[in-house]
Nanobody, 127 residues
Framework: QVQLVESGGGLVQAGGSLRLSCAAS????????MGWFRQAPGKEREFVAA????????YYTDSVKGRFTISRDNAKNTVYLQMNSLKAEDTAVYYC????????????????????WGQGTQVTVSS
């Protein structure tokens, strides 16, 4: 079992920044990757970014490249999503997820590739 708890969401003006955190507990030592997804009202859950636990290599969806940075702190079992230059279209509930499957980046963009999910944190960007 793995428990994931997100924090750091909130209301911010366009152009501002937020840092999301995802604290993991339980059987995380053998996980392969962690990802961030988001879901806006009336839309499907979409991939935002992912990080390989062992290599720290990262992958982003095009719309956040250059603005968002995913990172991790092994000692704290925590993954972060630093979000800069936020736009109104970034408004969504953000979820972190962990997978134990060894997969390519393309596969890791699919929500069904993940084994455990957090409860989500709301990010609202006002224009």
């Amino acid at each position: 079992q793995v428990q994931l708890v997100e924090s750091g969401g909130g209301l911010v003006q366009a152009g501002g920044s937020l840092r999301l955190s995802c604290a993991a507990s339980g059987r995380t030592f053998s996980s392969d990757a962690m990802g961030w997804f988001r879901q806006a009202p009336g839309k499907e859950r979409e991939f935002v970014a992912a990080i390989k636990w062992s290599t720290r290599s990262t992958y982003y969806t095009d719309s956040v490249k250059g603005r968002f940075t995913i990172s991790r702190d092994n000692a704290k079992n925590t993954v972060y999503l630093q979000m800069n230059s936020l736009k109104a279209e970034d408004t969504a509930v953000y979820y972190c997820a962990v997978t134990f499957k060894i997969a390519t980046w393309i596969i890791l963009t699919n929500p069904t590739s993940y084994d455990y999910w957090g409860q989500g944190t709301q990010v609202t960007v006002s224009s």
